[in-house]
């Protein structure tokens, strides 16, 4: 067995949902200017970005691309990792699972302690429904700068025994948040990755300095998005 560990960024958002950077451009930096091995798009409800970014990799071989989504049950977020096709939004949190995994998919509770001014979209949301859903991994770390308290109860919780595999992604939607989260797993592949959640072996870990970068764009956000709004208005003039 390979002594090797990598890491890899299992939560990023592209412009085909509301990310700033495009999936090539995403490819590109993670190619050039991190050590991420393997990075996974994963759209709110869409796989499309995953997949250009697929094949914007066909040129850095260096880099894996999993074909993922971050899917809206009504209960919560759930990262569709290994994806093939869309999972619906609007599902209850039992039958987004049940449709990841029959696609041969990996189902992750993704930031599974965000509070109420996050948004409904975590671990909380499901109450005593949890025990209905068997989903393979939580996100245990993710670098957004609204999370730290509920990164620290997913470490907690995930510590108590969830008999789950931990991951941990930027949630990046600009390019330099990429990598600030990150799942470290043994091998150097996508299909390591996938092994490494299965047998229950990854760690999830923050990149040094990562909680700046996300703090100083967190707050630079609300701007750049009007700015790429009126970008998209004047070429559509």
Request: proline share 3%.
């Amino acid at each position: 067995m390979t002594e090797t560990w990598s890491k890899a960024d299992l939560h990023i958002h592209s412009t085909e949902s509301d990310g700033l950077a495009t999936p090539e451009e995403i490819v590109e930096y993670a190619a050039t200017r991190t050590d991420l091995k393997v990075i996974a798009i994963t759209d709110h409800n869409t796989i499309e970005g995953a997949l250009r970014a697929r094949e914007a990799a066909r040129a850095f071989p260096g880099l894996d691309v999993v074909i993922g989504s971050e899917i809206t049950s009504k209960w919560g977020h759930i990262l569709g990792l290994f994806l093939t096709e869309d999972v619906p939004p609007g599902l209850s949190a039992a039958e987004t699972i049940a449709r990841i995994s029959a696609q041969g998919g990996i189902a992750v509770i993704a930031h599974p302690f965000a509070n109420k001014a996050f948004g409904p979209f975590g671990l909380k949301s499901l109450g005593d429904r949890i025990g209905d859903v068997a989903f393979h991994a939580m996100e245990v770390y993710n670098s957004s700068p609204y999370l730290i308290r509920a990164n620290r109860l997913a470490a907690k919780a995930f510590l108590a025994g969830q008999g789950v595999a931990a991951t941990g992604g930027s949630d990046a939607h600009v390019l330099r948040a990429i990598g600030n989260g990150y799942t470290l797993f043994r091998g150097e592949n996508a299909e390591d990755v996938r092994r490494s959640i299965e047998e229950l072996e990854t760690c999830a870990r923050a990149a040094r300095g990562g909680l700046s970068v996300a703090l100083r764009y967190a707050y630079r956000y609300p701007a750049i998005r009007r700015q790429q709004a009126l970008n998209r208005a004047r070429c559509r003039a």
